[in-house]
């Protein structure tokens, strides 16, 4: 269903509130949003992203796209009662409609979120559903620590063509753990990389 039009302009907001979660938004941009913020009242900020977030996020699992189109997802399933703030930041002038559906009953938020990882600094993320390294580097270091023992190094060209066996989304070096197959993935980057970690969360849990 159509959820609401962002209002034209470069950096211009649009908040769209709603009374019940749906399982994905999508909308069209021929210029990339700055921003999305969903804020769920009483439970916290359940995605967080800047442009490049969103392109990393919007490649889950996506086999294919409408032209200059963007998926998100945000919980697991339909959730409703709940208060839910929808907060864009346009890039241009233009006027993208949104549109929100679910295909079933959720119970688990979708929760996305950017962090900053300092050069040479490094950081072990486990837990996680789906992992976007923005602007990743042949001289990062990236190894990955599979549920089964095996241990592998990865480079940057390594990772793209990894991740064309899950999403036909390429904007981003994405780590796809949908179905638990990773224990952990250890980041050393050369300069400083922002990340956008992807997890499930139950429900009503406070973030």
């Not at 949003?33 to 392109?55: A, M, S, T, Y």
């Not at 679910?102 to 559903?129: D, E, M, P």
């Not at 949908?178 to 970690?197: F, H, K, L, Q, S």
């Amino acid at each position: 269903m159509k959820l609401g039009t962002l209002t034209t302009g470069d950096t211009v907001e649009t908040t769209i509130r709603l009374n019940f979660l749906p399982q994905w938004i999508n909308y069209v941009a021929a210029t990339a949003l700055k921003g999305l913020r969903v804020i769920v009242q009483g439970d916290g900020v359940i995605c967080d992203l800047d442009e490049n977030g969103i392109k990393g996020v919007s490649g889950i699992r996506r086999y294919g796209a409408v032209a200059n189109s963007y998926m998100i997802p945000l919980s697991d399933g339909l959730i409703p009662g709940k208060v839910v703030d929808l907060v864009f930041t346009n890039s241009a002038a233009q006027t993208p409609d949104i549109y929100g559906f679910s295909t079933s009953t959720g119970s688990h938020y979708v929760v996305s979120q950017r962090q900053t990882v300092l050069a040479a600094s490094g950081i072990t993320i486990n837990n996680f559903a789906h992992l976007a390294i923005i602007a990743n580097a042949t001289t990062d270091r990236i190894t990955i620590g599979f549920k089964d023992g095996t241990l592998q190094e990865f480079v940057s060209e390594e990772l793209k063509n990894w991740y064309t066996l899950y999403s036909n989304e390429t904007d981003s070096y994405c780590i796809d753990n949908i179905e638990g197959n990773i224990d952990y993935v250890r980041i050393i980057p050369a300069a400083d990389r922002v990340i956008v970690w992807t997890k499930y969360a139950e429900a009503g849990e406070i973030m």
